[in-house]
Every structure is written in structure tokens, then in C-alpha cells.
């Protein structure tokens, strides 16, 4: 494929708000959107469901042949996967937030406490804004651009507002972020750093969701990162999957413990991995892949253990906020995964949350937030119940960062004593 | 230098609460520690001043060849300049947070809106514990671990606790944090999390900060990072130096703006670009160096504007608290860098830390904390009173990041509007 990009008269997506002439290579080695349920192709463009089955579309591609070494040249960020990606090839000179590529930690300590042999963590709280999100953010960011779109928005209570404030911001783009106008303080201040467009709804997320679907049905040339571009925001998430591997040295995992709110994220990290087998660049190899959800909302976790394809819509009840999820989209796709593979759906308690962020601290020196306490108690029930092999090479993925949910662990730990300036203080305080 | 590692019999450094017999390449291919002043070299140990006329100790090296090949074929972070650090050559075998290789960013909408032809944000923010200190800390900890050290500690009222508590926890040693006992409880949480020894005092951080000297002298075996293995410690602010030459593609660049604390970092990078130059990595070429601080702690600017060596220590008064050493330890070499180089020190008011935080948010989409306002903020004076050149390339270095000093800017930022949950009412809000 030609990598001399240029305005051709390529038609434009025939489907929702944004409209522009595509230029070649707009969407890198990507084909079309394709049905996951139907198998239906349509063109490239702002369209999120199937026209025939109103199935999920999700980027199909033709991949070119991609070395190892041509992708350990690229940058330390996600774009040295962009072959991979549906972005252009130039997409490293369009400002964004560069996320991506961080660290895979070797778990002695936590693997220790919990009877696994080999376990790595997978830490996405370094990203730019903290989180995972930035990598689908720079997606979707990307998709935007490309279909000239004139307003990058999303509605949000959390991290994804973080990353796309910071993202349109660095963009240079007109950005809209949707909130819940009960938000707390803190998380309101920090997207409205970035951008004078952040809007309090009265209402709460369903409410807000709703209305950025109005808008985007409504207007033209908006760019709803979640919601009209959410094919291409989507496939960010295989990053995180490619990363796993090739940092492991280019191999798979045999196990890999990964949190689901609505489910994208596990089933991206499966695909990464199967298009890594498929593209000769790891070994094939049977892997088992594992969900995690907070109990207060476990639609998906439910489904795995009364086993069942039907996943009940809940009303979340849990301080693991960017999990709560109740209508999952990709929850069947995640259901289907874990069994196939020979993994599980698990759930923990909202104290059982908080015990996973203090393990995690205490033995590996990372803050997560409620998601990743969420995955790493999850992992440890995992291993007492059975469900998951302590001999077999595991990672573990933490999503986000402990600042921003502080709350939840903030009655739990505290100094170990007060003492006056003096060392006959400290020894008498018997700290030590 | 052999790169066997093994027990020997080298002696011991004889100064110092830690010893152990080291052994062989404890400290890479450091020679010894060699006073600032005097040039008097001491063996490598956890001593920080020159017994022969009190000047503070820096590590001196017999550098090998080194190939700007073998440092990009390194791990994407600090330890990919190992034969560089006074760390060992299997450093990355020892748990450890792996900071560093954070992003440099060209900055086009902050460069268009300070008129600077071309212009970099190295951004330290999104390191393990989001802060610069992770880079000291980690070459501390090496040290420690060398030295056999049975208790890692620091003292500390924000960045240095987290990085210090984190580490130590990776890293399972014993980690011991002082803090002032009316530190604000979120930033307790942040360091409290990772430790069961978080120790609050009661009195100002100076007065905590004498109480870890006192227990550095009483007591075998602490290495305070801050204190007795201070001079391995600043050597990991190099690493900013190394990076921002790598990233521009092996070459330094025309200007660089640094915030001045104790005046560590400017130093550590400015030796770093030096290093380079003399091991053949870069080209040689002038460069000039910028310090920033905060009017209500700018002891260093305060000297440079009247055109003197002697630095009169200040008792803080400013938002920006990391920023905030009223008696920089190398502020006089922070002077002769900045006069030498054609550069300048300079300072801002609290306001304007504020604004610099906005600017950089809004321009780049990174938001980052007071100390970072304050060199963004200073940036913008220098260009505005005429002192940095804005058609030299300039690099300017973000710190840390702005969920930890949230404050500063809450109140000035928040939604545009709040509206009902409806399409018609965002159209009424006037947001676009």
C-alpha cells in the first residue's frame, strides 16, 4: 500500500455527522468496518452499527508484513504499532498525546503474597492523563482528524474527560466534554484545565450519554469519541495487548487477568494477540483470558457463573466508578472469550476493592484506582478459588491511577505515629 | 571495567551510618566522590561532604566507550544510560519503579502563543509516582541496596515521600517517611499508601529535615536519600539531560528552561549535556541554561538580579511548595551555569504560577503542578522581557503533575454552562 498521502476523491462514509473527502491512507492498512455479528462491510467513516443487523462495527484490515525489528525502531509510545492501527502513516506528526508503551513490571512481591509464580503488571496509570483512555483517545483522535471532523467531544464522569480534554487541547482542537453536573469538585477541575467547553448536565450518566447521542445525530462534524467514531477508538485498546507481548520478549502470556466495564478492552487485548499470532510475530500458543468487575456491577460476572449467554442490565452500586458499566456492549463478546479460553468472570466486594489497591501498593509500589484494585482482588480470588493456574505465566492490567480516586483508601492508611522533632522521640516511638 | 559482579574484599567507604563490604562495579564505572570545591576525591560511600573543606561530594567517573547504539538498544528508561549512573550493570535485575524515557513533546500551540520558532516540553509528569523525584530515587535505592543499607527513608512534605515510599516498597525494603504532622491528609494518603512507616512530626519541615540528619548520624544502616547518599541520588536528574539530547534525535538544543529548588536538577543537567559532548554522543555546542523559581522563594533569581554570588536564604512564601528551599544547596553553581552560559534566572508570582499551569493545560494538554506553572510561567517572562531568544530552539521541563497541587487552580476553572439533559437546551447554552 502506497504511503504517499493526498486528497483523492475517495467517497466519503455514507453514514453519520461528519462528512469529508477521505484522504488515501486516511485509516492506515484498514479495509472497512465490518459486523461482528454479520460479517457486513461498509466503508470507512463515522458509522458505529451495522446497517443490516445493527450489529457493532469494528475496523477490518489488509495488514502489509510487519517485522519486529521495523516496530522496535518506531517510538516509545503506541504509534510504533500504527501499521497495526487505523491511522495514517504520518500520524506522528499530527500533535497528540503520545501515550502508550509503559511499563510491564515483573511482580516479585505481589506474585509472592499470592502464590503465583511469574506475574507481571501491566501499568497503564503512566500515560499521559493517567490512564488507558489516552489510548483510545489518540485513536479516535486520530479518526477525527481524518474525517475533518470540527468538534472532538464525549460524555464522561472520569478518566475518559481527562483524555479527551487533554487531547483535543494539545490538538488544537474544539473540544466538548459532557459531565453530570452533581461531578465532584476535583474530577470537574481536572478536564476544565484543559478546555473552556466542558458542560454540567443535570442529570446523571445516562442522562448526559443520551444527549451526546442527540448531538451527534444532530449536528455535523462532530467527533463523539465513544460514539460515532467508536470503531477506531476502539482498536487503542490492542495496543495494550501488542505491548504485553512484545515487552514479554515477543511471546504470549498464558494468562492475563483484565478488568470489564463494557468489555471493549478485553476483547481488544484478545484481538491483539490473535493478529500477533496471524502476523508471524509471536508463536501461537493457548492463552486463558480472565475478566474482573466489582460485585456493585457484575452484569457480565452474573452471566459467566449461572452460564448463560444473557447479560442482565444492572443499576451499578460500587466505588469502582469507571467499571460501572450496567449495560456492558461488548459483555457476550467478553463472555465468549473468557470460556473459550479457558478463563473466567469474577467478582469482588467494594472492601475487597480497597484491600487490592493497598496490596498493590504495599508490594509493588503502584496507586491505582478503584478499576485496577479491582483487578489485582480479583486476581487473588481468582487464585483461592481455583480458577486460576499460580504456575502459569500471568500479567495483570492496571488501568488507571490512585490520585484520582483517593477517597477510597484515604480512611485506610495514615501515619504510623506522631512524635516530636527529636530522636529520642522516634526511637521511643518504636516504629521500627 | 570488568562487568563481573561479585563479592570482594574492597573496603568499605569509611564515612557514613551504612557500611558493607561492596562489591565489585556496586557503582558502575564511578571512581570515587570528588568535592565540588576542592576537587578532593573520597571512595565511593554514603558521604556527602568533603572532610577536607565541607563542600558537598559529587560522583566522578572513569566513563567507558559508550555507542549511541547500545543506549537505544536499553530499556525505555533511565537504565538505558546505566554505564552512565553509579549503578551496576544488572541494575534492571533489581525491582525498582523503571522510571524515565518520559515524553518530549513539540509544543506548537505553546510555542504560536509565546511567539518561540520552535519549542519542547519534556514532560516528567507521567513518571511512576508523576514526578522527576522517581529518577533520584531510583539511583538512591541502587545505592542503598549496594551499601546493604537496612532502611530506606526520606524526609519530605510531597514528591520525594511518594517517590520514596513507592520505591521502597518495589523494592521491599524498609522505607521510613517523615513528614510534617500537618500535612494536608491527601498528600499523606499519597506516601501512606505504599508505607506502614509513614512517620508524622511535629514541627516544619525543617525541623523534620534535622531530625533526619539526626538519625542518619545515630543510626547504621539508613540511607537517606536525601542526606547521606545524596550524591548518587542527583546523579539520576542526568537522565533529564541525556533524554532531552536523545530525543532531539542526538544533538542538545539552544536553550533549556529548568526549575530551580535546591538548584540539583540545573546542575545534573547541564553536567549531562557536558558529559555527552565529551563522550562524542552529541556535537559540541553553546547552549544556554535558565533557572525558574517563584518570587516568594527565589533566592537564586534574587542573586542573579543583583549580580552576586551570595545567595541570602529566604523563608518560603509561594504556592508552588516544591519549589520551595529558602537555602539552595547549589544555588551558587545554579549562578555560574546560568551567568557561563548566557542564560538567566528568573521569577514569577503566585498569579502567574497559576496562569503558566492554564497556559500549559489549554496549549498542550498537559497539566502539571505548581512547579511546572512556574517554569512554563517563567518562560513567558523571559521571552517577554527580552532575555531568551525566540528563534532558538528551546526545551522547557515539566516536573510533575496537577492532581497534586489541585488547589492552586480550582478555582479558577470549571463548566461553561449547566444545562438541562436535552438537545435544545445545549443549542440555548451558547457553549459553542
Same mark, same amino acid.
Given at each position: 500500500?502506497?504511503?504517499?498521502?493526498?486528497?483523492?476523491?475517495?467517497?466519503?462514509?455514507?453514514?453519520?455527522?461528519?462528512?469529508?473527502?477521505?484522504?488515501?491512507?486516511?485509516?492506515?492498512?484498514?479495509?472497512?468496518?465490518?459486523?461482528?455479528?454479520?460479517?457486513?462491510?461498509?466503508?470507512?467513516?463515522?458509522?458505529?452499527?451495522?446497517?443490516?443487523?445493527?450489529?457493532?462495527?469494528?475496523?477490518?484490515?489488509?495488514?502489509?508484513?510487519?517485522?519486529?525489528?521495523?516496530?522496535?525502531?518506531?517510538?516509545?509510545?503506541?504509534?510504533?504499532?500504527?501499521?497495526?492501527?487505523?491511522?495514517?502513516?504520518?500520524?506522528?506528526?499530527?500533535?497528540?498525546?503520545?501515550?502508550?508503551?509503559?511499563?510491564?513490571?515483573?511482580?516479585?512481591?505481589?506474585?509472592?503474597?499470592?502464590?503465583?509464580?511469574?506475574?507481571?503488571?501491566?501499568?497503564?496509570?503512566?500515560?499521559? @492523563?493517567?490512564?488507558? /483512555?489516552?489510548?483510545?483517545?489518540?485513536? *479516535? +483522535?486520530?479518526?477525527?482528524?481524518?474525517?475533518?471532523? $470540527? %468538534? &472532538?467531544?464525549?460524555?464522561?464522569?472520569?478518566?475518559?474527560?481527562?483524555?479527551?480534554?487533554?487531547?483535543?487541547?494539545?490538538?488544537?482542537?474544539?473540544?466538548?466534554?459532557?459531565?453530570?453536573?452533581?461531578?465532584?469538585?476535583?474530577?470537574?477541575?481536572?478536564?476544565?484545565?484543559?478546555?473552556?467547553?466542558?458542560?454540567?448536565?443535570?442529570?446523571?450518566?445516562?442522562?448526559?450519554?443520551?444527549?451526546?447521542?442527540?448531538?451527534?445525530?444532530?449536528?455535523?462534524?462532530?467527533?463523539?469519541?465513544?460514539?460515532?467514531?467508536?470503531?477506531?477508538?476502539?482498536?487503542?485498546?490492542?495496543?495494550?495487548?501488542?505491548?504485553?507481548?512484545?515487552?514479554?520478549?515477543?511471546?504470549?502470556?498464558?494468562?492475563?487477568?483484565?478488568?470489564?466495564?463494557?468489555?471493549?478492552?478485553? @476483547?481488544?487485548?484478545? /484481538?491483539?494477540?490473535?493478529?500477533?499470532? *496471524? +502476523?508471524?510475530?509471536?508463536?501461537?500458543?493457548?492463552? $486463558? %483470558? &480472565?475478566?474482573?468487575?466489582?460485585?456493585?456491577?457484575?452484569?457480565?460476572?452474573?452471566?459467566?457463573?449461572?452460564?448463560?449467554?444473557?447479560?442482565?442490565?444492572?443499576?451499578?452500586?460500587?466505588?469502582?466508578?469507571?467499571?460501572?458499566?450496567?449495560?456492558?456492549?461488548?459483555?457476550?463478546?467478553?463472555?465468549?472469550?473468557?470460556?473459550?479460553?479457558?478463563?473466567?468472570?469474577?467478582?469482588?466486594?467494594?472492601?475487597?476493592?480497597?484491600?487490592?489497591?493497598?496490596?498493590?501498593?504495599?508490594?509493588?509500589?503502584?496507586?491505582?484506582?478503584?478499576?485496577?484494585?479491582?483487578?489485582?482482588?480479583?486476581?487473588?480470588?481468582?487464585?483461592?478459588?481455583?480458577?486460576?493456574?499460580?504456575?502459569?505465566?500471568?500479567?495483570?492490567?492496571?488501568?488507571?491511577?490512585?490520585?484520582? @480516586?483517593?477517597?477510597?483508601?484515604?480512611?485506610?492508611?495514615?501515619? *504510623?505515629?506522631?512524635?516530636?522533632?527529636?530522636?529520642?522521640?522516634? %526511637?521511643?516511638?518504636?516504629?521500627?
Amino acid at each position: 500500500m502506497s504511503t504517499v498521502l493526498h486528497e483523492t476523491t475517495t467517497a466519503a462514509a455514507s453514514t453519520g455527522s461528519t462528512r469529508k473527502r477521505l484522504r488515501e491512507g486516511a485509516f492506515g492498512h484498514a479495509r472497512a468496518l465490518a459486523c461482528r455479528e454479520c460479517g457486513h462491510e461498509v466503508e470507512l467513516g463515522p458509522s458505529y452499527a451495522c446497517p443490516e443487523c445493527f450489529g457493532p462495527l469494528e475496523v477490518a484490515y489488509d495488514f502489509p508484513t510487519v517485522t519486529r525489528e521495523e516496530i522496535a525502531a518506531g517510538p516509545a509510545n503506541i504509534w510504533r504499532y500504527k501499521a497495526l492501527l487505523p491511522v495514517p502513516s504520518d500520524i506522528e506528526q499530527s500533535p497528540n498525546t503520545e501515550p502508550g508503551f509503559t511499563r510491564l513490571l515483573q511482580a516479585h512481591n505481589l506474585g509472592r503474597e499470592l502464590g503465583i509464580d511469574t506475574l507481571w503488571v501491566k501499568d497503564d496509570s503512566t500515560n499521559p @492523563t493517567n490512564s488507558f /483512555k489516552d489510548r483510545v483517545v489518540a485513536c *479516535a +483522535l486520530s479518526a477525527a482528524r481524518e474525517l475533518d471532523a $470540527k %468538534v &472532538f467531544a464525549c460524555p464522561s464522569t472520569g478518566n475518559l474527560a481527562n483524555a479527551v480534554a487533554a487531547a483535543g487541547a494539545r490538538a488544537g482542537m474544539k473540544t466538548v466534554v459532557f459531565i453530570p453536573s452533581n461531578l465532584e469538585k476535583p474530577k470537574q477541575v481536572n478536564s476544565a484545565v484543559y478546555t473552556d467547553h466542558l458542560v454540567a448536565v443535570d442529570g446523571n450518566y445516562d442522562d448526559v450519554n443520551k444527549l451526546a447521542s442527540e448531538i451527534a445525530g444532530e449536528e455535523e462534524g462532530w467527533a463523539f469519541v465513544n460514539v460515532n467514531v467508536r470503531p477506531f477508538y476502539a482498536e487503542g485498546s490492542k495496543t495494550l495487548g501488542y505491548e504485553i507481548a512484545e515487552q514479554l520478549g515477543w511471546r504470549l502470556p498464558d494468562q492475563v487477568v483484565i478488568p470489564v466495564a463494557s468489555g471493549s478492552q478485553l @476483547t481488544k487485548v484478545d /484481538k491483539a494477540f490473535r493478529e500477533l499470532v *496471524a +502476523l508471524g510475530l509471536v508463536e501461537d500458543k493457548p492463552y $486463558k %483470558v &480472565f475478566g474482573a468487575q466489582a460485585t456493585g456491577c457484575s452484569p457480565v460476572s452474573v452471566a459467566y457463573k449461572a452460564g448463560t449467554d444473557a447479560i442482565r442490565p444492572v443499576k451499578p452500586d460500587t466505588i469502582a466508578k469507571s467499571l460501572a458499566i450496567g449495560n456492558p456492549a461488548d459483555g457476550i463478546y467478553v463472555l465468549d472469550i473468557c470460556r473459550r479460553s479457558g478463563g473466567a468472570v469474577e467478582d469482588i466486594s467494594d472492601d475487597e476493592v480497597r484491600d487490592g489497591i493497598l496490596l498493590l501498593a504495599r508490594t509493588e509500589g503502584i496507586f491505582t484506582e478503584t478499576a485496577g484494585g479491582t483487578t489485582v482482588g480479583v486476581l487473588k480470588k481468582l487464585v483461592e478459588t481455583g480458577q486460576l493456574d499460580p504456575t502459569l505465566e500471568t500479567v495483570v492490567i492496571n488501568t488507571g491511577m490512585g490520585l484520582k @480516586t483517593l477517597d477510597a483508601v484515604a480512611d485506610r492508611v495514615g501515619p *504510623a505515629a506522631t512524635i516530636a522533632p527529636s530522636y529520642d522521640a522516634f %526511637v521511643a516511638s518504636g516504629v521500627l
